[in-house]
């Protein structure tokens, strides 16, 4: 039996048949936007803002060292104590507490996830070559949305299980203040060094002109409208990056990562070398998106309206979408009917079962879902993070968070190759079309693991 991540220091490794490679890239936006208000209290700049636009890539590779020992990335990205900061703040947010006492309970809860966390390591190759791909085929890309208080890592194990079966993944960071902390250029928030960092925004961290909507759901669905923005251009910054000649990539294309100009230097070569490998390999016409909580809203969202700017960022090829216990609030109402939309791809949507009794917003998530043809199901025993590698971070459950994170995986690489009818767990169920029926206990499904089938769509 497998060590619990907290002892062996390392996440689980990805089941696939490849091993996997990353690598963190930041650019410039193609297309820079700003909303006018809200404006955060500590610069009085606008709190949204396309910053620059920063993932970590995950892919396969043709590494042959071992993942472990010196191997592997931190699994806190920097600025690792920023983040920590950050879960300080979204975590006296979701309490509710305000008095001193509550926040000098929620440092020192940070301070115990900054040292548990800052030991695990997500078992991947940095910086290895891309694996050539088997004939004359290319790797399909598939870019990842986080959720509220999501990173560019909190997913390692879906992202990279994804890679780990060839498929090039782009875990994004997104930067509308959803997550616990990022770097930001000091251009963009002033010289001071603790402005280069933005933390998680709560509503007190912004404040409105008069007469504006200064509820946070305005606030979310203005969050929706950047991290919209943020996933057209990853994919616009990405395919621009890979298609050029290596020699051409410079400071201007590709940002830095922090550290002394020698080291900076180092790493731009580095990456050249890794551009290269991609040269030819990946299909920028064969796109997946998916996302979390917040992120499989951004996910519907794009899915429902036109490109934010034409001009810079056409529309994307997207020909499959995976939305995870997908958060709907954000999305205005009206919202843009996908009846309207005949190119609509195929869609699968996993639920928690939490999210699935959450009755307003699960029938909600049905119409929208049938409208798109698209299929639905919730598993047993998934908790809303059961998609995020927190759940593995408790020794005593961590055993039963792999094999539900091993059950995700499996649905949603069947419904990428077109196969999900064919699983086990969709054999001789009929879709109950949303009308949730529960066993004698009241509970819906018997055993943790059992997968209800609310809708079956195109693939």
Request: positive net charge.
């Amino acid at each position: 039996m497998p060590l619990p991540p907290l002892i062996s220091s390392n996440l689980p490794s990805s089941t696939g048949p490849y091993q996997v490679g990353y690598i963190p890239i930041t650019h410039k936006p193609i297309s820079p936007f700003s909303h006018s208000q809200p404006i955060h209290v500590e610069t009085n700049l606008p709190a949204l803002k396309v910053h620059d636009i920063s993932y970590s890539v995950f892919y396969p590779t043709d590494a042959k060292a071992s993942i472990f020992g010196s191997k592997g990335v931190s699994w806190v990205p920097e600025p690792f104590w920023g983040v920590i900061k950050g879960y300080e703040k979204f975590l006296q947010g979701k309490t509710g507490g305000s008095t001193q006492a509550s926040t000098r309970s929620m440092k020192l809860l940070a301070s115990t996830v900054g040292y548990i966390a800052g030991r695990l390591r997500i078992p991947v190759h940095p910086y290895s070559t891309l694996l050539t791909p088997p004939s004359s085929s290319k790797y399909p890309l598939v870019i990842f949305s986080h959720g509220l208080a999501g990173t560019r890592h909190t997913y390692s194990q879906f992202c990279a299980g994804l890679a780990s079966e060839g498929y090039v993944v782009l875990a994004l960071e997104h930067r509308d203040g959803s997550g616990p902390a990022v770097c930001l250029p000091s251009t963009d928030v002033g010289e001071k060094e603790d402005s280069k960092v933005l933390h998680y925004i709560r509503q007190s961290d912004i404040k409105w002109a008069q007469g504006e909507d200064k509820s946070l759901t305005h606030f979310r669905t203005l969050q929706l409208d950047i991290r919209s923005r943020e996933i057209y251009e990853s994919y616009y910054n990405f395919k621009n990056l890979i298609q050029q000649s290596s020699t051409s990539i410079s400071t201007s294309s590709v940002l830095q990562e922090v550290g002394s100009s020698k080291e900076k230097e180092k790493d731009l070569e580095k990456k050249k070398q890794w551009v290269e490998s991609l040269s030819g390999k990946v299909d920028f016409d064969d796109l997946r998106l998916t996302g979390h909580s917040f992120g499989g809203g951004t996910v519907l969202h794009i899915l429902q309206t036109p490109s934010p700017d034409a001009k810079n960022l056409p529309s994307l090829p997207i020909k499959q979408a995976i939305a995870l216990d997908p958060w709907l609030e954000p999305i205005p109402l009206p919202s843009s009917s996908t009846k309207s939309h005949p190119s609509m791809p195929p869609i699968l949507v996993i639920n928690s079962i939490g999210f699935t009794e959450w009755s307003t917003h699960f029938n909600r998530l049905v119409g929208m879902i049938k409208d798109a043809q698209g299929s639905l199901v919730s598993i047993v025993g998934v908790g809303h993070q059961s998609f995020s590698d927190f759940p593995l971070l408790d020794p005593r459950s961590h055993n039963s968070a792999k094999l539900l994170l091993n059950k995700i995986h499996d649905i949603s690489t069947a419904f990428l190759i077109g196969k999900l009818g064919k699983l086990a767990d969709f054999e001789g169920k009929k879709p109950d079309q949303g009308r949730l029926v529960k066993n004698e206990q009241g509970k819906l499904g018997d055993k943790e693991g059992d997968v209800i089938v609310h809708l079956i769509g195109k693939e």
